[in-house]
Every structure is written in structure tokens, then in C-alpha cells.
């Protein structure tokens, strides 16, 4: 059984900053794909962010380029989104996911963190 655990949500004001971390303690982390989804109220979810098995290949969706970093520390068993420069358009319940093949339709997911970026 595959889990994984989000936390570092919360609520920030626009331009402010959020990490969220993705901890499992059931497998190994570094053979799977991870990702980060994001579901905002009345639109589709979107792969936000995605980091390859082999820690060599990053994905981010164009809105959050050059603003958010993933990073995996294997030791750690743990995946961060380090999220800078929010705007409101950021909000939504982040997911962290996994696959074993990539990120776009992944097998595993974790129960979410809300985000909420408002002045």
C-alpha cells in the first residue's frame, strides 16, 4: 500500500511563500515519479510540478515556471514544492502523487493540502 502524506498548506498573502512537503513511509520513494496536482474550486485539475525517478527531470506547468521548485530527498523519503511569489490563482488542494510511469495519470495519491493565497 502506497502512501503519501502532504503538509505545508496554509493561507498567504499574494507574493508570499509556502513549502509543501510529501512524506511515505511505505515504499521506495526513489523509483517512483512524483508529482504535485492541483485542484482549484471550478476549474480542471493540472499537474503542477513533476520529478522523475532518476531526480535528473522537472516538470512545472507554465503558470508556476521560475516561481516553484520541486526537490526529492530520498534519505528523507520526503518530496518538497517550495512555492514562491503566490497569487491568488495559485489556491486549491495540492496533491502529491505517484507513478511509475510519470505523472500525467498517476496510480497514487495523497489526501491533499489546501492552499489559500488572499490579502
Known amino acids: 500500500q502506497v502512501q503519501l502524506v502532504e503538509s505545508g498548506g496554509g493561507v498567504v498573502q499574494p507574493g508570499g511563500s509556502l513549502r509543501l512537503s510529501c512524506v511515505t513511509s511505505t ?31 522537472t516538470y512545472y506547468t507554465d503558470s508556476v515556471k521560475g516561481r516553484f521548485t520541486i526537490a526529492r530527498d530520498s534519505a528523507k523519503k520526503t518530496v518538497y514544492l517550495q512555492m514562491n511569489s503566490l497569487r491568488p490563482e495559485d489556491a486549491g488542494v495540492y496533491y502529491c502523487t505517484a507513478d511509475l510511469r510519470d505523472c500525467s495519470e498517476p496510480d497514487f495519491w495523497g489526501q491533499g493540502t489546501q492552499v489559500t493565497v488572499s490579502s
Open 27 to 57: 515504499f521506495t520513494l526513489s523509483t517512483y515519479d512524483i508529482g504535485w496536482s492541483r485542484q482549484a474550486p471550478g476549474k480542471e485539475r493540472e499537474v503542477v510540478s513533476c520529478i522523475n525517478a532518476n531526480n535528473d527531470k
